[in-house]
């Protein structure tokens, strides 16, 4: 862990924003448990995530099971895919991720060991003598696997009806596209959202809350039109991006590139217009909630990196402790889901798209004829049917001369046309089945919360004395405002105990404290971020007025008592900064 970890872990410790569950029983590596600034931080990282994809972006929001049955991983893939590289230390048994440690390693120069095949890593492994981080033994001869990283369980008594934990929360608004389409009344584009929890068996968690086998996903699923919808790009086209491209990673003297969304178009850096949409609007988004612009870059995977589903994906990323650390996956994802879902289930995962006029249009058809086919080919005459009317859309041609060949089982068959009953007819039709391409936005939430801590983390020094501050964005601060009495007599404590209830009825989030010297509380404020404190001393009692103090540069000024719950909901909204008071 880096000093930058080591400093969060022990604050994140100390003043309840996570720790690692099951304490009392030793702890379990990778399931951290949110403490009451942590939750409430996390709360307000979600909410800002709701507010601009889903509330601003008109998007539905869904809330699916964690669990799910064995065959939606079985169209989706992620039985066979979704697997790490392992390899296991046959003196101790630690397992390890084989790609990380090559990558970790002091004498390697390969940065996405991940995107290489198996054998290749093992070979990296045996030339660079990497030993087992545990106990030292040499890993040279142990082979590399994949190890699926899905948690399986059993639903209901017995075997017979396997599940899974989600590995992404995606597949729970995939599986139930129809009943999406249905409430979107079968317009594109569409989209939906979900916020949940998602579950993967990591080889080797670490860095604390970034990888981890149970977190928290914010994704978004747009199902658009391939061939008519596109973004409205005009809104971010002006947002300067830092854009690390395959390209220039590939390049000997390659780098991050600050680019307009409209330039990263039209020098065609991305790819897909909704891509640029998302990233332009994502960086205003990390911006708002406090991810330092400094130590962000968005970075285009590497072709052999990319998911089975996607055909581009850029990540938004994160320097934390040192290292770049992905923190939302930017993917366009084709058809590919629906397209596997609808093959698996028989169901239509389509919309159906109503022209404006009905359109008359030529349709090839067959209608072979079985007393031929059935005599002449016996078993395969099925197939051969299946194949006719497959290759009659496809290729109308193919039927010009006196037969058309068609393959079944790698065997050649030639038919006579006039046994297929091939034919072209005029239909009208009133509109097609268009299956949706989607695009997908998908967020680490502790991740999120992670660097949002580690990025407004500050040391200074306030009248002669260290500090520790969070320098976080009202919006999401655990805590808007702490309410203090000067001290606790004359009335003062029950006056300040009085404006902390008013101040929680309309909605803040306050901690009220009277114990110790009035620095030493605003001190402990500081140290989670709350960005005002208010304070109830004798003035308040005869000229009903309070102090409110901000924590980033220790100023205070007087505002009346009438005037303060407005203020404070206008500073935590952003709608007034704190030098504007008077
Ligand atoms: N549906 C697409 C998907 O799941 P992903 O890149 O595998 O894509 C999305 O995951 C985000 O989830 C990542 O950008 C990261 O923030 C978060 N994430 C993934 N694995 C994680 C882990 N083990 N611990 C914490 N966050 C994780």
Redesign the pocket.
């Known amino acids: 862990m880096t000093d930058e970890g080591d400093r969060l872990a022990e604050l994140a410790k100390r003043r309840g924003f996570f720790i690692q569950s099951s304490g009392a029983y030793g702890g379990v590596a990778g399931f951290y448990t949110y403490g009451p600034q942590g939750a409430a931080l996390k709360d307000n990282v979600e909410a800002a995530w709701r507010d601009r994809y889903v509330t601003r972006e008109g998007h539905m929001e869904i809330d699916a099971p964690t669990v799910m049955p064995e065959a939606v991983f079985e169209a989706s893939s992620h039985l066979e895919t979704f697997t790490d590289m392992l390899v296991e230390c046959a003196e101790c048994g630690d397992s390890h991720r084989a790609d990380h440690l090559v990558e970790d390693d002091p004498d390697s120069e390969v940065e996405d060991a991940e995107a290489l095949p198996n054998e290749e890593v093992g070979e990296l492994i045996a030339e660079y003598d990497i030993d087992c981080p545990t106990c030292g033994a040499a890993l040279a001869e142990e082979p590399v696997t994949d190890f699926n990283l899905m948690f399986e369980t059993n639903i209901g008594p017995g075997s017979s009806s396997p599940g899974y934990l989600r590995p992404?929360t995606?597949q729970g608004i995939f599986v139930d596209f129809p009943q999406w389409a249905e409430y979107a009344r079968n317009q594109l584009p569409f989209g939906v959202a979900q916020i949940g929890k998602a579950y993967?068996n990591?080889i080797s968690p670490r860095k604390s809350i970034?990888?981890?086998r149970e977190?928290t996903?914010a994704?978004l699923e747009h199902f658009i039109d391939p061939d008519e919808d596109e973004p409205p790009l005009e809104r971010v086209e002006d947002v300067v991006i830092p854009l690390y491209s395959a390209t220039e990673q590939q390049a000997d003297d390659g780098g991050v590139r600050e680019m307009t969304v409209r330039e990263a178009v039209d020098e065609g850096v991305l790819g897909s217009d909704w891509i640029a949409y998302y990233l332009g609007l994502s960086k205003r988004w990390y911006e708002r909630i406090g991810v330092d612009m400094d130590r962000f870059r968005y970075r285009q995977h590497l072709s052999g990196e990319l998911s089975h589903y996607a055909s581009e994906c850029w990540?938004a990323e994160g320097e934390l402790g040192g290292d770049w650390v992905?923190?939302?996956?930017f993917a366009t994802r084709g058809s590919y889901d629906l397209d596997k879902h609808a093959e698996h289930s028989g169901e239509e995962f389509s919309v159906f798209k109503q022209y404006d006029e009905p359109v008359t249009v030529e349709r090839p058809t067959v209608d072979p004829e079985m007393s031929y086919l059935g005599p002449e080919f016996g078993g395969a005459a099925g197939d051969i049917v299946d194949e006719l009317e497959s290759l009659a859309g496809r290729d109308p041609d193919a039927f010009e001369g006196d037969t058309v060949t068609v393959d079944v089982d790698g065997e050649s068959h030639d038919i006579p046309v006039e046994k297929t009953g091939f034919a072209v007819e005029e239909v009208t039709e009133s509109g097609e089945h268009v299956t949706p391409h989607i695009i997908?936005p998908?967020?680490?939430v502790?991740?999120l919360v992670y660097t949002v801590l580690a990025h407004s983390y500050r040391e200074d020094e306030v009248d002669g004395e260290a500090r520790t501050r969070l320098a976080m964005p009202p919006e999401v601060a655990p805590t808007t405002v702490g309410v203090f009495p000067l001290m606790d007599k004359d009335g003062l404590g029950e006056r300040a105990r009085e404006l902390a209830s008013e101040l929680r009825e309309a909605g803040l989030e306050v901690t009220y404290d009277d114990s110790g010297a009035i620095g030493r509380r605003y001190r402990r404020q500081d140290e989670v971020g709350t960005p005002f404190c208010v304070t109830v001393d004798y003035e308040t009692l005869e000229e009903k007025t309070v102090t409110v103090r901000e924590r980033d540069s220790t100023e205070q000024t007087r505002v009346p008592v009438s005037e303060v719950t407005e203020t404070l909901q206008a500073l935590r909204d952003g709608e007034k900064q704190f030098a504007d008071l008077e």
Not at 326 to 329: A, D, Q, R, Y
Request: proline fraction near 0%; glycine fraction near 14%.
């Open positions: 992404e995606a993967r990591e970034i990888r981890v977190f996903q994704e990540d992905e923190l939302t996956g997908e998908s967020f680490g502790g991740r």
